[in-house]
């Protein structure tokens, strides 16, 4: 519940809160007369004191700290500091290239951050509208952002509400809360005050901000405006709910802490054995700088991110939009996706899936608005007649709703209820333009909330006949008759009725009851549906489940990822839904908002982790259980399309909006969109995701040992007091070359087999497990031993350093050339990979082969990297060594496999 304020501040919560005062007090604490409204004076007053009907907005990053924050990470820090001392001591070629790493990285991490989070201009953008409102006992149309606490609101279907109401009164007002609450069906308002401990879903005197009327009209004062609002309060969560960082990123700052601190202390190591073995400062910092900027992999944050926009494409194709990078891996490290039910699991859509008419059960088929299924009874379709009929005809006439195709799509006008007894009738044949022209309409009585019935008068056959359409308590004991399967009249089956009635509620339908009269005058009024009604039907609906979600949930089982939903809606329609999708068992049970409010901390983590399924959950709530699952060490996914959702999706380590139906605040919020509504996207995902991270650890897998190496070998030529096999020029050319043209390449390595067979990877595991560690040691080792091996060599055969060192920088080029095949896959051999799976590899290949070449020969690359033309011997030599570091890894993967 959302904290209670003392009633004199015009723009908060009273105590007791608004909707537990009569229509009267909440008028009188505000000082204003319903008839008059505010005076233009006091309105004045009132908006110099509470400001604008307007969220405050969190301005972003600007563009210069985004750019900035591309410079913090440790090991650019490191290349910085090496780059300036470098300057400093006059190598200003080696200072240069050090510095366009810098930038370049910089450059492209700026470019693929994309916009920051704008899920607060999202909701101001949501509550700007015009409003009908009393000032001075003057009717006017006056911008929401000019609402003060006080203003008397008139609301009329069509509206959106543009602040948070107390109604005071009102006509068969209903409104659309979907986007706030959960609550799938229009909420029918009234006037008369209710429990101070009432959930925000059940609230039905209030009308709050951003909500849309969809019938009748109602009179309300203003309670809150701008962040005073549910609305307002959603936005606050937003705020304060931190810009998590994903697996990836948190694996990262750890992974680059730990390297970093490697890295340095061999620099260290190195400084202090070459002062120690004789030789001079200036010579041994240069060798340290070139230890470090070998070490540290400079291409990796530019690859990383380049590799996550790879993987953003990839996704876009299968209908999920990136906003957030990291978020395109994050989502295969998940272990629990949270779903919201309205709008995510579901269509959104209401639909009638039952008929009981005549005393015989029909199944309805299709989903949503679409006029496209049929009528069933035991399994085979029957036409439209008797009893059937008729409550079919009397759904379609006794209906305001309206319901047309347009861009592809149905859409509807009025009342979601009413439009689904509009499909309902047009899968039996039964268009309601056609029935209206028929039997046109002569009279009616508005659905009223105490009632809780709604009645139309038509022309049949040159007699008046009611049609009226309610709560089956209501209208069956106004009834007594009904009609037969044939259409015929006998006597009511009561009990038989209200059996029907309670097992569709059992399982999770919305039901009406259907019944018609003959009128002996040309109107209708109220008394006529006191009695002698005939019973024409029961019909049960539901907003149902997605095709596809059966089959998503199901494969996110197989995948090791709970499924939890998370809805605002009702219990028994959770649990329905639930057990449709497979969530939960034919025992699987929910427990509710009211419930949640009662568990402490360590209650609340037991209960989210043993149940599934949370309903009647408000906003703060949902944030709650995301919370307490992440505290329980969990990776979560939370999908959603509301307002009621934005601050969960912000607060999981990955929001996944809905992009046709959510909401703007929804999108902004999420990290992920779904452009097709479809939680099986999200299996997709997941999918793209995981591959992702598999090639993610094969590119760190396979850079990292050409680090090692470089740095081993500088460490060793200090130790054996020997020339530094290969310069810091050269390092970096090697490291920034083989980076985008042969790393970069694993980013287009298709998913594994199997990959969905997978359990999820453990938050605490590191990016490198103890295999791979192993294995980038071996492959480390066995480049120094060949460029340090060949290096002596090719000095002993009497070449000059500059030719010595091009056959050492070439070991180390080709050694990862070769190397790379075996990184297409962690586990398989070389041989068992499609050659031509991935084409990129074989142009990377050759460019890196041609740019080798130039380095090797060409003069203006000789001067400046400081290489010299070498003959077929030592190209043989170098070949013979990268194939043999090949051949020597698969057998690695080989033996571990027979261990």
Not at 17 to 22: G, I, N, V
Not at 199 to 217: E, F, H, I, K, P
Not at 451 to 460: C, D, N, S, Y
């Amino acid at each position: 519940m959302p904290s209670q304020t003392s009633a004199t501040d015009h723009n908060t919560n009273p105590v007791p809160p608004w909707h537990a005062l009569a229509a009267a007090e909440a008028l009188a604490h505000h000082g204003v007369d319903a008839a008059a409204g505010l005076a233009p004076a006091e309105a004045a007053a009132r908006l110099a004191k509470h400001g604008p009907n307007q969220l405050t907005v969190t301005p972003g990053r600007s563009a210069l700290q985004r750019f900035l924050s591309q410079l913090i990470q440790p090991l650019v820090l490191v290349l910085i500091a090496s780059g300036v001392v470098t300057a400093l001591l006059g190598e200003w070629v080696d200072a240069s290239v050090i510095f366009g790493v810098v930038a370049v990285n910089a450059v492209v991490g700026y470019i693929q951050e994309g916009k920051a989070a704008a899920a607060l201009a999202a909701l101001a953008r949501a509550v700007a509208t015009e409003v009908t409102v009393l000032r001075g006992g003057r009717r006017l149309r006056l911008d929401a952002a000019e609402l003060v606490p006080g203003d008397v609101v008139w609301l009329a279907a069509g509206d959106k509400v543009p602040a948070d109401l107390r109604l005071v009164k009102g006509k068969e007002l209903r409104t659309i809360e979907a986007a706030l609450t959960g609550e799938s069906a229009p909420v029918a308002k009234h006037v008369e005050p209710m429990p101070a401990d009432t959930s925000l879903a059940d609230r039905a005197n209030m009308a709050y901000a951003g909500t849309a009327v969809v019938a009748g009209q109602a009179t309300g004062v203003v309670v809150a405006t701008g962040d005073a609002t549910e609305t307002g309060r959603i936005s606050r969560l937003i705020a304060a709910a931190p810009d998590l960082a994903t697996p990836l990123t948190r694996k990262m700052e750890k992974f680059s802490r730990q390297l970093l601190v490697i890295i340095l202390a061999l620099a260290a190591l190195t400084f202090a054995v070459g002062i120690w073995r004789g030789e001079s400062a200036f010579a041994m910092f240069m060798a340290a700088v070139a230890l470090a900027v070998g070490a540290i992999p400079e291409g990796l944050p530019a690859a990383i991110t380049i590799t996550l926009a790879i993987g953003v494409g990839r996704m876009a194709k299968r209908r999920a939009i990136v906003r957030q990078l990291p978020a395109v891996e994050a989502l295969g490290s998940t272990t629990v996706i949270c779903s919201d039910k309205t709008g995510t699991l579901t269509e959104n859509e209401m639909t009638v899936c039952e008929v009981w008419a005549g005393g015989r059960r029909h199944e309805v088929t299709g989903s949503g608005y679409a006029p496209e299924g049929d009528i069933a009874h035991d399994g085979k379709p029957v036409a439209g007649s008797g009893a059937l009929r008729e409550t079919l005809v009397a759904g379609a006439l006794c209906n305001d709703a309206g319901l047309h195709r347009e861009g592809g799509r149905w859409q509807i006008t009025g009342d979601p209820t009413e439009a689904a007894l509009l499909t309902a009738a047009r899968k039996a044949g039964l268009d309601e333009t056609t029935l209206q022209q028929v039997f046109p309409r002569r009279d009616e009585i508005p659905f009223d909330s105490a009632r809780q019935t709604m009645a139309t008068l038509h022309e049949v056959e040159g007699r008046p006949m009611a049609y009226a359409k309610g709560a089956p308590e209501k209208l069956l004991a106004a009834c007594s008759a009904m009609l037969d399967a044939a259409g015929h009249e006998v006597a009511l089956a009561r009990e038989a009725t209200v059996v029907a009635a309670a097992a569709m509620a059992q399982r999770g339908l919305r039901v009406l009851a259907l019944a018609r009269k003959d009128i002996a005058a040309d109107g209708l009024a109220a008394g006529d549906l006191d009695g002698d009604l005939v019973f024409l039907g029961l019909v049960g609906m539901i907003d149902p489940p997605r095709r596809q979600a059966v089959a998503a949930v199901r494969a996110c089982h197989g995948a090791g990822i709970r499924v939890k939903m998370i809805t605002g809606d009702h219990a028994d329609t959770a649990i329905a839904i639930a057990r449709r999708i497979g969530i939960v068992g034919p025992a699987g049970t929910a427990l509710t908002g009211r419930e949640l409010a009662a568990l402490g901390d360590d209650a609340l983590a037991a209960a989210a982790r043993d149940v599934d399924v949370f309903a009647r959950v408000e906003p703060e709530q949902k944030l709650r259980l995301v919370r307490a699952l992440q505290a329980n060490g969990e990776l979560v996914a939370m999908t959603g399309d509301g307002v009621n959702d934005a601050p969960a999706l912000k607060q999981a380590d990955i929001g996944i909006a809905m992009g046709i139906t959510g909401t703007e605040v929804a999108k902004e919020a999420a990290a992920m969109v779904l452009t097709d509504d479809n939680f099986a996207t999200i299996e997709a995902a997941v999918e793209e995701g995981r591959g992702i991270y598999d090639n993610l650890v094969k590119f760190i897998t396979w850079t990292l040992p050409t680090n090692f190496g470089e740095g081993l070998v500088i460490l060793a030529a200090i130790v054996a007091g020997v020339t530094l096999p290969i310069t810091p020029l050269q390092i970096l050319w090697i490291n920034m070359t083989t980076a985008v043209l042969l790393g970069l390449t694993l980013a287009f390595e298709p998913t594994e087999r199997g990959i969905m067979r997978r359990r999820p990877r453990p938050p605490a595991m590191p990016i490198l497990d103890r295999v791979l560690v192993q294995r980038v040691l071996l492959v480390g080792l066995l480049l120094l031993v060949g460029s340090f091996g060949l290096f002596q060599l090719s000095l002993a055969r009497g070449m000059g350093d500059a030719e010595a060192r091009t056959v050492a920088a070439n070991v180390f080029v080709f050694g990862e050339l070769f190397y790379l095949f075996n990184c297409r896959s962690l586990t398989r051999p070389v041989w068992a990979m499609p050659p031509l799976s991935n084409p990129w590899i074989w142009w990377g290949v050759a460019t890196m082969a041609a740019l080798q070449l130039l380095f090797t020969y060409l003069p203006a690359m000789n001067r400046l990297f400081g290489t010299a033309p070498i003959g077929l011997q030592a190209w043989g030599e170098i070949l013979a060594f990268g194939v043999a570091l090949m051949v020597v890894m698969d057998l690695e993967k080989l033996l571990r496999q027979h261990r």
